[in-house]
């Protein structure tokens, strides 16, 4: 296969850093991280380290001189863009900066990109750009369903999928997969002695997610955390999500790099197609990591839907991409021995 010049920014975050573990784990293309280490973590690049030797730039994607330099510069062919802010309640509070360090900086880079003649791009987008969905269809959201945000950081995701479909358009050169994240969580899935034992994970401070919350208060770090809202439409009332192993979603990015040699730019949901609610999800929690916590009934968060389940057949047919830990139980017990860690 031939070796490839791969840039992957916010490669020191979640899920860039699990695609950079096993891009040094797996393959030979020779790597670059690029990160401002805003919330990406110098100890997950150390780790990332051990495994082969990369290039790493700290750069902020606002500057844009620096990154028309680096792109003119590298002659990368394929760029692995992570790097944004990912915070709905935050990108309510304060959209422009949402709107710049997303879609702003995005539409920089695929400019420097193309000058440089960069040939494929693969973009982090979110099942955030279906909005509050009325109604899940019984197969789940295909990639078809009406894409309608309901929070900026939905749409500065949305505004940029434009971004590189309009680009694509105009320039045959350039190629795209963009994936559409349903619930990332869990972590590096690592054994040493036959134990489970993450050696990157999600470091992001104040969490917010169901998976994480859970997981801090799995280890004591947390005293206890609140199910939002138990009257909604679903079986138990509890929200519904389909909870995907980072590492799987990291396997499909790897695919996406030999896809996109041979097949045409598309955009693919990455999820399980499977929902389990809050309830379950807590009570796998506990019981993968023998603990009991408090948990709270509160009141729903504004502009959570009832339920988001993808439907996955495009991913699974079209990129014959399989998923390796689907296992909530699985997902629950890495992210508790991360935090543990
Ligand atoms: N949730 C909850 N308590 C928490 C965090 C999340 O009940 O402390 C619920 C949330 O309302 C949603 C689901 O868990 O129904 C997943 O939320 P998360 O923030 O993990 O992801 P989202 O789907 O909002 O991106």
């Keep these: 296969m031939a070796q490839l010049n791969i840039l992957i920014t916010g490669g020191a975050g979640y899920i860039g850093s699990h695609v950079a573990k096993q891009l040094l784990e797996t393959t030979t293309h020779n790597i670059t991280i690029l990160d401002n280490l805003s919330t990406g973590s110098t100890k997950t690049l150390d780790t990332l380290k051990t495994m082969r030797e990369f290039n790493f730039i700290e750069l902020d994607l606002k500057e844009f001189a620096q990154v028309a330099d680096v792109l003119n510069t590298n002659n990368f062919d394929t760029i692995i863009h992570f790097a944004a802010s990912i915070v709905v309640p935050e990108s309510v509070e304060n959209p422009l900066k949402y709107y710049m360090n997303n879609t702003v900086n995005t539409t920089n880079l695929i400019k420097c990109g193309t000058d440089a003649k960069i040939k494929r791009f693969i973009f982090s987008s979110t099942a955030a750009v279906y909005g509050e969905p009325s109604e899940v269809p019984k197969d789940g959201i295909d990639e078809n369903y009406l894409t309608l945000p309901i929070n900026p950081y939905g749409m500065s995701k949305l505004m940029s999928e434009r971004v590189i479909q309009d680009t694509a358009l105009a320039n045959k050169e350039f190629k795209f997969v963009i994936f559409r994240y349903f619930n990332v969580a869990g972590a590096d899935i ?16 104040n969490a917010t997610h169901l998976i994480k919350i859970a997981s801090e208060c799995a280890t004591g770090k947390r005293e206890k955390m609140a199910i939002f809202g138990d009257d909604f439409n679903t079986l138990d009332g509890t929200g519904v999500r389909d909870y995907i192993h980072v590492d799987d979603l990291a396997s499909a990015h ?88």
């Design 254 to 341: 790897i695919k996406a790099i030999d896809y996109l040699l041979e097949n045409d730019s598309d955009i693919f949901n990455a999820g399980y197609g499977r929902g389990y609610s809050v309830k379950e999800v807590i009570e796998t929690m506990k019981k993968v990591t023998n603990t009991n916590f408090q948990v709270d009934n509160a009141a729903r968060r504004a502009g959570d839907p009832a339920a988001l389940i993808s439907n996955n057949t495009k991913i699974k047919t079209k990129m014959h991409w399989s998923p390796n830990h689907n296992d909530l139980a699985l997902i629950c017990q890495s992210a508790f021995e991360w935090e543990n860690y």
């Design 190 to 205: 690592n054994y040493t002695d036959d134990k489970l034992t993450p050696r990157i994970g999600q470091s992001f401070p």
